[in-house]
C-alpha cells in the first residue's frame, strides 16, 4: 500500500483565515481524495482531485470554499477558505491502491484543525 | 443518492463476547469495503467484498456480502481489548468512485 503524509498534522486558527493541506504519496496513483470528518463522526467526501484539471466536488461543497490542487500524480492540496468554527474537523486524504486498483483506499494520518 | 446505514452506532462489550455489526444500503452496490478506526488515528483498510454473497475472514473477523449486495455485516468471535475502535463500511455503486461511508459503529471493550 502507498504511504501517505500529510502536513500540518493539526493546527489552530481564526476565524476568517485560510489554512492549505499537504497530502504528499510515495508512489504515483490515480486517484486522490479528499474528505472530512467531524468529531465523533463519519467521513464526508469532499471532492476527488484530478490530476491537470478541476476537482470535483461533492454536493454542499464548493471551489471557493475548498479549492483544490493537483499538480502530479503525488501530491494534493486542499485549502480551507474564510473559516469558521464550523470548520473544525479532520481533513484527510487518501488515495486508490497503488497498483491501480482505485476501489481500495488508503487514508492519511489526517489534520485535525481547530478554528476558534 | 446512495446512503449507507449502519447499525448499532455503539456496542459495548466484555472481553471474550462476540460483536456484530451491521451496514445496508439504499442501492445495490458494486462492492463494499470495512474500514477500522482507532481512538485519534485515521481509517485504515481491513477488506473488500466483490461477489454476490461473499464470506471472508481475518482471524478472529468475518465479514459478509448479502445475496442483493446491498447489506452486509462484520461479526468479530471472542473480543479482545485490542479490537477497540470505530468499525466503518463503506460502498459505492460504481467501481471506482469515490466511496460512502457509513456511520461507523464504535466497539468498546473491556477487560
Known amino acids: 500500500s502507498a504511504v501517505i503524509s500529510q502536513k500540518p498534522s493539526r493546527d489552530i486558527c481564526q476565524r476568517g483565515t485560510s489554512l492549505t493541506i499537504q497530502c504528499q504519496v510515495d508512489s504515483q496513483v490515480t486517484m486522490m481524495f479528499w474528505y472530512r470528518q467531524q468529531p465523533g463522526q463519519s467521513l464526508t467526501l469532499i471532492a476527488t482531485a484530478n490530476q491537470g484539471s478541476e476537482a470535483t466536488y461533492e454536493s454542499g461543497f464548493v471551489i471557493d470554499k475548498f479549492p483544490i490542487s493537483r499538480p502530479n500524480l503525488t501530491f494534493s492540496t486542499l485549502t480551507v477558505s474564510n473559516m469558521s468554527p464550523e470548520d473544525s474537523s479532520i481533513y484527510l486524504c487518501?488515495?486508490?491502491?497503488?497498483?491501480?486498483?482505485?476501489?481500495?483506499?488508503?487514508f492519511g494520518p489526517g489534520t485535525r484543525l481547530t478554528v476558534l | 443518492g446512495q446512503q449507507v446505514m449502519q447499525i448499532p452506532q455503539y456496542q459495548h462489550v466484555q472481553e471474550g463476547e462476540d460483536f456484530t455489526t451491521y451496514c445496508n444500503s439504499s442501492?445495490?452496490?458494486?462492492?463494499i469495503q470495512w474500514y477500522k478506526q482507532r481512538p485519534g488515528g485515521h481509517p485504515v483498510f481491513l477488506i473488500q467484498?466483490?461477489?454476490?454473497?461473499e464470506v471472508k475472514k481475518q482471524k478472529r473477523l468475518t465479514f459478509q456480502f448479502g445475496e442483493a449486495k446491498k447489506n452486509s455485516s462484520l461479526h468479530i468471535t471472542a473480543t479482545q481489548t485490542t479490537d477497540v475502535g470505530t468499525y466503518f463500511c463503506?460502498?459505492?455503486?460504481?467501481?471506482?468512485?469515490?466511496?460512502?461511508f457509513g456511520k461507523g459503529t464504535s466497539l468498546l471493550v473491556t477487560p
Open positions: 463503506a460502498g459505492n455503486s460504481n467501481s471506482g468512485y469515490a466511496l460512502n
Open positions: 467484498l466483490v461477489k454476490s454473497g
Open positions: 487518501s488515495v486508490g491502491d497503488a497498483q491501480g486498483r482505485i476501489d481500495t483506499q488508503y
Open positions: 442501492t445495490t452496490l458494486s462492492n
